[in-house]
């Protein structure tokens, strides 16, 4: 009995809640920051990709940072889901929905900032009828399509008991809402027939995503690999990405656990101790992603090769130095150094820690691509002198920032629909618990 | 110049006059009319009456008089393929070049291309401290085993049996993978609309003459194919006064600039021809003549760098 | 006194724009055209000559392009005109010398060759001229040794000439390779020049059929002739196409065997398994229909 007075309990503090004032403010802005992105777009379309400021050096410059990033990002979705599951961690268990709904959010976004930095986006169908199965895009095309498809199967079977939940509240819904519940779910009855195939399809889920999710992010970085540039001609990216992806995807869920547990006071359901547990894996993921930093950066260095040494002088004390320097300290070493320490794994330091870990990671893409663009083989001579350098122009800017202000806008939809914390298993882990 | 561009006249001329000729006074094929059949030219059955040097009327069929064979625009699928039995090759003199740009000028007059999008670069190039500087023209080096090609998610750009490298304007979808795996930093994006005028602009595209450069896609050197076609150089072979470029068919094995021609095989071992970048593996079409014994001094290239990369 | 100065500035203004006026007018100038003419002879056919028209625009000649230029046989008169042609955008036109002009022709063993352009709205008219003697070129070979001979004709035969300049060559692409080191031969007493081919090897056709040529070039007496000869002296030339194999820098419908069944075998084992897990919702839907 007192079980089911505590079920109720957690029912009424997990389900979606309507918008108030401040998460309306939250939309307003970040729904402005996408129409701002829109216009830019709109002025990128109508006048080409002159309207940046890539040129034929710098061919590829912020979009593909941050498509990278949100590549990265997304991987959390099958670290915390499938490699937690499959390690048989418990405790993961309230983080499993964030983090597929910000892998969701950010796949999404990585595929439209693709097509954004496309010069003719209107034949993206050609990509369809003429692909080249030797090309690595091609190759990233279809594994990104199956790492949006397995995340949404992912987000969507643990969904199916929470929306029986939901659907019993029909007086909290508008009756679209509720319609579009009906249409998800009803057919969940708890059978244990029903519960033990989608228990297998689960299992299998979390079996299949982790080499996709590896493959994906392999695969963006022999988007790079697969050339002769100095600084990207290297065997070890593909491990070196996916340890940088781990670490970035860790850094946005703690962000996303503080901002959660803040907002909607889910105290109880987010807990110091997860804090305090994520904290210890951040810090295993940022001393793997500093091992694969050395390891890219310390061989190279080490032997000055002609082609590579002035994209390596510049990073390390050229202009790229501050940047460097910022994503590698902020990103990798002080993490590590805070989180090492009990007071540190604390939620609000491990929040700023997760912001520092997630901000070092956006600049660490961003001189992935750009330094070595600007260090070719052949000199940069015979041409006009603003193909030299590369910032950013407004144009890009905005259309970057909307691109991430688009991810956390669907990232906050899908939580204003769906629970933040899976209901159901929440319900049952509180069972064994009492038991 | 003058006189490559004539010899070819000549060439053309003497093939099909002779045939004509010939096939007014004799059924027997002459094998110059063969060569006027490869050439694309078809006998129209119309024939003139012309003036010979002995004095004599003769009747030749209409369609061999054109002096520089009017070729039709070829098919999308035949640019893909190119023409079979040739390989196409460059040699580019460095002992030659002191940066006039004519090439640059003429190739981009050429192929419409717009201030700042060149595809022939010429650069200053200077290995070491203590090495001596020199002007090195680039192009597409057209390579047989081409990284961008590789790349190129939809078959825009492609490798031709005749060993050039071409892009499909109408295909390409500007994602600028190729230019990031090309080595040689050859390929120009058209960032914006390219200003090129109306009537132009209006034309099919040809992956041959890379005419008209389309916003949003990429733009290379295409070994002016659409001349090589027709039998005639490249425009930047025929442009510059000094002679560096060389161009010419592997399997003939010669390459010429207009005024003098080589034996490929023989230029490129007494000179000690090479390749750039050798050992990325890519095998590029162009090949280059070292430095030695120049024409000119570096400084001389000096002046026209200022003026034109301010 | 402010009325004054009103009325100077005002003079002077309008001095400035009559005598800016003024220079606008003189600069439309029309400019001068250089014509060149040539005179081509191959295989001693049918001649024909070709124009050139420039113009020089800051310190550098231009070619130009449409202007009509009429060619005349030695003189203006009835029976001498040989044509009106129109220079394309490298300012070349070309005409062959037409029957009308026989009797003319037949008249004398030197020809004047006129050009006359009669100048348009741009460029000043100009004219231009070409003496040429009609000649032929004759190639024979013996045991990789060719023989170029140029005749002229002198009363009612051909006579061999003395002196001229030729080049004896294997046609390539775009330009003649010289048959040895020697790049010009200059013809003897009996009108012959001769060169020994020096260019084992080089290849020729699939049967190693070489096309040879000999050619005066730019000759004042003679203008350009040539005379060309097929041979069977280069190497036989096997085309081995590499176009077909399966490669990554192949087409699409080209990508390697071992390509295609790895990125095959890798879609199709994570597609099924995504499939039959759509399947799986549909059989747990299935499950809560009957349970109803």
């Known amino acids: ?435 | 110049m003058e006189t490559e561009n004539n010899s070819r006249r000549d060439f053309l001329l003497a093939g099909l006059a002779a045939a004509g000729l010939v096939a007014g006074c004799s059924p027997k094929k002459s094998p110059f009319e063969e060569a006027a059949a490869a050439e694309g030219a078809k006998p129209s059955g119309k024939t003139v009456k012309l003036l010979s040097v002995d004095g004599e009327v003769v009747e030749v069929d209409e369609a061999f008089l054109k002096p520089v064979p009017h070729m039709p625009p070829v098919s999308n699928e035949e640019a893909r393929v190119g023409i079979p039995g040739k390989k196409f090759v460059m040699v580019i003199d460095l002992s030659r070049c002191k940066n006039l740009k004519k090439c640059q000028e003429a190739c981009n007059h050429a192929h419409e291309l717009n201030p700042g999008h060149n595809w022939i670069k010429v650069d200053p190039m200077q290995g070491a401290e203590h090495t001596a500087p020199y002007w090195e023209p680039t192009t597409c080096m057209h390579c047989d085993e081409p990284p961008c090609v590789k790349v190129c998610p939809v078959d825009a750009t492609f490798k031709r049996q005749d060993g050039i490298v071409l892009i499909d304007s109408d295909r390409c979808i500007g994602c600028r993978f190729c230019m990031a795996a090309c080595p040689y930093s050859t390929r120009v994006f058209n960032w914006g609309e390219p200003d090129i005028p109306a009537e132009i602009k209006s034309q099919p595209y040809s992956a041959e003459t890379s005419i008209p450069q389309k916003k949003g896609t990429v733009g290379k050197c295409d070994f002016c194919a659409d001349m090589t076609r027709m039998g005639m150089l490249p425009h930047c072979v025929s442009a510059c006064p000094n002679g560096t470029f060389f161009f010419g068919d592997m399997n003939e094995d010669s390459v010429t600039n207009g005024a003098e021609t080589f034996r490929f095989s023989e230029l490129i071992r007494d000179k000690a021809g090479y390749r750039l970048m050798e050992d990325l593996g890519t095998k590029p079409s162009v090949y280059y003549l070292p430095p030695a014994n120049r024409n000119f001094p570096f400084e001389s290239g000096l002046e026209n760098d200022k003026t034109q990369n301010s | 006194m402010k009325q004054l100065n009103k009325t100077i500035t005002g003079l002077v203004s309008f001095v400035l724009i009559i005598s800016g006026y003024n220079g606008f007018s003189q600069s439309a100038q029309k400019a001068s055209v250089n014509i060149a003419i040539n005179y081509f002879n191959a295989n001693n056919s049918i001649p024909h000559l070709v124009v050139n028209a420039k113009t020089r625009v800051n310190g550098r000649f231009q070619p130009v392009g449409g202007i009509a230029v009429k060619l005349l046989l030695d003189k203006d008169s009835a029976g001498t005109t040989i044509g009106k042609v129109v220079t394309n955008e490298k300012g070349e036109a070309a005409s062959f010398i037409p029957p009308s002009v026989k009797q003319e022709w037949a008249s004398s063993k030197t020809h004047t060759f006129l050009a006359v352009f009669d100048g348009n709205n741009k460029f000043e008219a100009t004219k231009a001229d070409l003496t040429i003697a009609p000649a032929r070129m004759l190639i024979s070979t013996n045991d990789k040794s060719i023989t170029a001979t140029v005749l002229q004709l002198k009363d009612t035969s051909w006579v061999p000439v003395k002196g001229v300049d030729l080049k004896i060559g294997v046609r390539r692409l775009g330009g003649d390779l010289p048959v040895n080191e020697t790049p010009t031969f200059t013809t003897d007493s009996t009108g012959q020049a001769s060169a020994d081919f020096k260019r084992d090897s080089i290849p020729g056709d699939s049967k190693g059929n070489i096309v040879l040529v000999a050619k005066v070039e730019d000759n004042d007496q003679f203008g350009n002739l040539s005379v060309e000869k097929t041979v069977p002296w280069g190497g036989k030339f096997k085309y081995v196409s590499t176009f077909d194999r399966r490669t990554l820098f192949g087409t699409r419908d080209k990508a390697p065997i071992w390509l295609i069944f790895m990125s095959g075998g890798v879609i199709l084992a994570v597609w099924i398994t995504l499939i039959l897990l759509v399947r799986n919702i549909f059989a747990i839907k299935k499950i809560g229909r009957e349970a109803r």
């Open chain 1, 1 to 435: 009995m007192e079980n089911s007075i505590q079920g109720e309990q957690i029912i009424q503090d997990l389900l979606p809640r309507k918008f108030k004032t401040g998460g309306k403010v939250w939309i307003g802005v970040l729904t402005a920051i996408c129409l701002v992105g829109a216009y830019a777009y709109y002025r990128q379309l109508r006048y080409g990709l002159i309207v940046t400021n890539m040129r034929d050096y710098v061919s590829w410059g912020i979009y593909i940072s941050n498509f990278v990033f949100f590549v990265a990002i997304s991987l959390v979705g099958s670290l915390i889901t499938a490699v937690f599951r499959l390690l048989g961690v418990k405790w993961g268990t309230p983080l499993t929905r964030i983090a597929e709904m910000i892998a969701v959010g950010a796949i999404m976004f990585a595929s439209i900032i693709i097509i954004v930095d496309m010069g003719s986006p209107e034949r993206f169908y050609n990509l369809f009828l003429y692909g080249r199965i030797q090309s690595p895009i091609i190759w990233d095309v279809i594994v990104i399509t199956t790492y949006f498809f397995i995340s949404l199967l992912l987000l969507y079977y643990p969904l199916l008991p929470d929306i029986k939940i939901l659907l019993r509240f029909k007086e909290k819904y508008s009756p679209r809402l509720y319609k579009f519940y009906r249409w998800l779910g009803a057919f969940w009855k708890g059978d244990h027939k029903q519960y033990l195939l989608s228990k297998k399809a689960i299992n299998a889920l979390c079996i299949a995503i982790i080499p996709v999710a590896f493959t994906i992010h392999t695969v963006t970085s022999w988007l790079f690999a697969t050339t002769y540039r100095p600084g990207w001609d290297s065997t070890n990216f593909g491990a070196y990405f996916i340890a940088g992806a781990f670490l970035v995807g860790a850094g946005g869920v703690v962000v996303a656990m503080y901002i959660f547990r803040t907002w909607y006071r889910m105290d109880k359901y987010i807990t110091p101790e997860h804090f305090d547990k994520m904290g210890r894996v951040l810090v295993l993921l940022s001393l793997l992603y500093l091992y694969f930093n050395i390891n890219e950066f310390l061989t190279p260095f080490f032997k000055m090769k002609e082609s590579e040494a002035s994209y390596l002088n510049d990073l390390f004390t050229g202009s790229f130095a501050p940047m460097f320097w910022f994503a590698i300290l902020t990103g990798i070493i002080l993490p590590v150094i805070i989180l090492l320490f009990k007071q540190g794994r604390r939620p609000l330091p491990m929040f700023i820690v997760g912001i520092m870990v997630v901000v070092g990671a956006w600049f660490k893409r961003y001189l992935i691509v750009t330094p070595t663009l600007l260090h070719p083989f052949m000199p940069m001579h015979d041409v006009p002198s603003a193909y030299r350098h590369y910032f950013p122009s407004w144009e890009e800017w905005a259309i970057a920032m909307a691109s991430l202000a688009g991810t956390m806008l669907v990232i906050t939809l899908l939580c204003r629909i769906f629970p933040i914390i899976p209901i159901q298993e929440t319900i049952d882990h509180n069972h064994e618990t009492v038991k």
